[in-house]
Nanobody, 123 residues
């Protein structure tokens, strides 16, 4: 199986940057899609970004495009979410997820999940 552990969250002021990390353990495959999702209290879990492990190509949600980037380090089995110019509406628990198959923006399609890391942005 695959285990995912997120880190890097915290309490920050609006306009600053954070980099989240997702460390994957267990067997990984070239066909894996890695995704970042976020969920605010009382809200549905929403797509943030994904990256194709083999190629490094990525997709981002419209509401983070231009501010966030996703990348991966294959040797370290780690995926990063660089978050710049953070806004209060970015406040959420951020989850790393993995899926074997085609890319998807739907949380229900992902096979493995981390426990999440809290990001709180104050104005």
């Amino acid at each position: 199986q695959v285990q995912l552990v997120e880190s890097g969250g915290g309490l920050v002021q609006a306009g600053v940057s954070l980099r989240l990390s997702c460390a994957a353990s267990g067997r990984t495959f070239t066909g894996t899609i890695m995704g970042w999702f976020r969920q605010a209290p009382g809200k549905e879990r929403e797509f943030v970004a994904l990256i194709r492990w083999s190629s490094g190509t990525s997709s981002l949600a419209d509401y983070v495009k231009g501010r966030f980037t996703i990348s991966r380090d294959n040797a370290k089995n780690t995926v990063y979410l660089q978050m710049n110019r953070l806004k209060p509406e970015d406040t959420a628990v951020y989850y790393c997820a993995a899926r074997f198959g085609s890319s998807s923006y739907y949380a229900g399609d992902y096979d493995y999940w981390g426990q999440g890391t809290q990001v709180t942005v104050s104005s």
